[in-house]
């Protein structure tokens, strides 16, 4: 079993950055391929981005590509999203999971999630 807990949220101006992490405990992520993903007020669940096991191979999405990085320190067993450039529409919660699947981009690929952080980006 994998607990997760984002931390990081809050609200940013447009054109501002913000840093999550994603803090695992219970088992090491090292063996697992994470993700994170958002859900904005009346949407359902976006894929965000993914990186592989070992951090050699990341996924994002076109609406975050260039914007945002993904990496992780699995000494620390943690997960972070660097996100530049924030825009308005960036605003949602923001999750992160883990998944045994190293390709997965969908909610179903990922076993474990956390709760989630707030991230508001006001214009």
């Known amino acids: 079993q994998v607990q997760l807990a984002e931390s990081g949220g809050g609200l940013v101006q447009a054109g501002g950055s913000l840093r999550l992490s994603c803090a695992a405990s219970?088992?090491?992520?090292?063996?697992?391929?994470m993700g994170w993903f958002r859900q904005a007020p009346g949407k359902e669940r976006a894929f965000v981005v993914r990186i592989s096991w070992n951090g050699g191979s990341t996924y994002y999405s076109d609406s975050v590509k260039g914007r945002f990085t993904i990496s992780r320190d699995n000494a620390k067993n943690t997960v972070y999203l660097q996100m530049n450039s924030l825009k308005p529409e960036d605003t949602a919660v923001y999750y992160c999971?883990?998944?045994?699947?190293?390709?997965?981009?969908?909610?179903?690929?990922?076993?474990?999630w956390g709760q989630g952080t707030q991230v508001t980006v006001s214009s």
């Open positions: 219970g088992r090491t992520i090292s063996n697992y391929a």
């Open positions: 999971a883990a998944s045994t699947d190293p390709l997965g981009v969908r909610s179903v690929s990922f076993r474990y």
